[in-house]
């Protein structure tokens, strides 16, 4: 359903759409792949797929896209730990965003509005060859304390961030490094 047709030598795209709609990805023996935006994610084994359920069908280019939400146990399962999840979405770019630094200050400013302290400053992150903006966030749930990171990135007209939360930092360490990017040959 999210898939792009071809587009034909004769069609063009609706003059209010700012980015074309992407192929969500799909989830194939536990690694959820997005050849649109070049990435693909081992998802941990027994985590349950919330995407479908959480997504907004309406198809509008102009909205955020959910790409992929993955609990390590449904929602309605109660437990005595942080319910880790990896949460991938894309969001059109606007007019005024050029870099993922510029992008990250709304999220920063989404995740602190939550709840959330950041930890320090964004900085870049790598992963492979591929160049992310990375932040990292605490906040306190009772006696425990939820760690989030966010991995932002630029990619044909979409900010794409994916966020990751974790029971300690090493758990969301251990999620990052489940993220990997296809080879880009170099821009000329």
Known sequence: MWAQQPPSSSSKPPAHA????VDAGAISAGVYRNPAFGFSYKLP??????TADMQDDSGDASRSRLLLATFERP????GDSINSAVVIAAEPLSGGTKTAAGYFESLSALTTGKGFQA???PGEFLVGAARLVRGDFSRARGTLTMYQTSLVMLEKG????FTFIGGSTDDVNELIEKLSFATRKPSR
């Open 119 to 121: 930890k320090e400053e």
């Open 18 to 21: 700012k980015s074309p709609v």
């Open 45 to 50: 084994y027994g985590w349950v797929d919330r």
């Open 75 to 78: 929602p309605e399962a109660t």
């Open 158 to 161: 979409y900010a794409i961030s």
